[in-house]
């Protein structure tokens, strides 16, 4: 059975363009952060997991209008698991990240309260447009709740060094940039990576769990590795939640908006579980010592794996 090798080449550009794009997003974040006295914490819940779920976006509303529902919504709950799992999990490896305690109050509680909405919503193996409005009003409402706290904290907290930084303008170009980057890259390498498994007769929920997910969170990972490589752990953490949260309340809902979503029963019954699984499992790995040490970054790594094996075996 022979593959193009144009495949393997949209894989490897893919990659390239990912990880451009993510240095581009983790500098304009940073800057825009401090210029505009908002933390890095939610800037990466905010813009940058907008930015870095875009691929998510895209590739579920595709799907759905396609009428592959296993991979839309497949994409979104195996995403949500990899970013837990594989992506903190290796970025943990790489670099230890320090906890922000508002990663532990509000952050973490936000993830899971979607989560457990997103479940009530399916158990009837239906994902509405009613549903998709209603996760939309939420997400709106919680960002604006994030950035007017945050304002407000900064107010009073003088501490931010803008001494350096590039003007605001260039922040904005570069975090431009850098979702553009991540959305094409993850588009190449989702493309040559999905192409070489239908050659191989991979169902579309496999696909949708293990490569749509990958390749979707591969911006996350880019940009999550680069910023604990850049010394900043809570635009890391914060990229990962938020993604978290957007990949349920914003790419859910506006692909259920647009078409309604059927639900695998084996995401009911299998995939839905390892996703709160994860989920509960980062709390006490936060809680203990205040940071995801590398120690942590292997136990996740360690879920991940064992999610992907039993799934697919």
């Known amino acids: 059975m022979s593959i193009e090798v144009n495949e393997y080449i949209l894989l490897v550009l893919g990659l390239v363009t990912l990880v ?25 819940m905010t813009v940058v997991s907008f930015g870095t779920s875009a691929p998510e976006l895209i590739v579920s509303c595709k799907a759905a209008l396609g009428g592959n529902s296993d991979i839309s919504i497949g ?79 900064n107010k009073s907290d003088n501490s931010q060094e803008e001494t350096g930084l590039v003007p605001v303008w260039r922040s904005i170009v570069f975090l431009m940039i850098g979702c553009a980057g991540l959305a094409y890259g993850a588009e190449w390498f989702l493309d040559g990576a999905v192409t070489i498994a239908k050659k191989y007769d991979v169902s579309d929920r496999i696909i949708g769990i293990t ?19 850049r010394k900043q752990p809570n635009l890391s953490i914060g990229n990962l939640i938020g993604s978290n949260i957007f990949n349920i309340l914003v790419v859910l809902g506006v692909t259920s908006v647009i078409q309604e979503i ?52």
């Open 211 to 229: 490569l749509v997910a990958f390749g979707t969170s591969i911006p996350e990972l880019a940009t999550s590795v680069i910023a604990a490589i």
């Open 75 to 153: 994409g979104v709950v195996g995403s949500n698991i990899a970013n837990l799992g594989l992506v903190l999990g290796l970025t943990a490896l790489v670099f230890p990240i320090v906890i922000d305690k508002n990663s532990l109050r509000l952050d973490w509680p936000a993830m899971i309260t979607a989560t457990v909405i997103f479940y009530l919503f399916i158990l009837d193996g239906v994902l509405s447009m009613f549903e998709g409005i209603t996760f939309l009003v939420l997400i709106l409402g919680f960002t604006i709740f994030l950035i007017r706290r945050s304002i407000k904290k």
């Open 20 to 44: 451009i794009g993510g240095e581009l997003l983790v500098k304009g974040a940073v800057g825009l952060s401090v210029k505009l006295k908002i933390s890095t914490l939610v800037i990466g």
């Open 262 to 313: 059927k639900i695998n029963q084996l995401v009911l019954t299998w995939d839905i579980f390892w996703m709160f699984g994860v989920a509960i499992l980062l709390l006490p790995l936060m809680i203990i010592g205040n940071k995801i040490s590398r120690f942590d970054g292997f136990v996740l790594f360690g879920f991940y794996f064992a999610y992907i094996y039993t799934t697919i075996s």
